[in-house]
Nanobody, 123 residues
């Protein structure tokens, strides 16, 4: 499966962005998808994930109550709605696909990665 992340940009604190992860392949509905981010000088960290069946969602603590992950299998796309953005959310955001249905916080389980989209939150 090939992944294309998009939707990043420069926003002010408190604003919103919606990231998209478009996937190729006829079996996209059988992949779990996660979002990870990497800030300069930091490790890549888990943000959110949605499993392929039954569509369970998982969030890192900084993303809870502000971010929402969803998927549209008919469009082969996963979305990450990010609200109330903070400067600490500034990072390169990657989407990744996995055949796992659990342990989705662990990047080890994701063999397929998109190229990343930059999110910058600054006043």
């Amino acid at each position: 499966v090939q992944l294309q992340a998009s939707g990043g940009g420069l926003v002010q604190p408190g604003e919103s962005l919606r990231l998209s992860c478009a996937a190729s392949g006829r079996t996209f509905s059988q992949y779990s998808v996660g979002w990870f981010r990497q800030a300069p000088g930091k490790e890549r960290e888990f943000v959110a994930a949605i499993s392929w069946n039954p569509g369970s969602t998982y969030y890192a603590d900084p993303a809870k109550h502000r971010f929402s992950i969803s998927r549209d299998n008919a469009k082969n796309t996963v979305f990450l709605q990010m609200n109330s953005l903070e400067p600490e959310d500034t990072a390169l955001y990657y989407c990744a696909a996995s055949t796992w249905r659990s342990s989705l916080r662990n990047r080890v389980g994701y063999p397929y990665w998109g190229q990343g989209t930059q999110v910058t939150v600054s006043s």
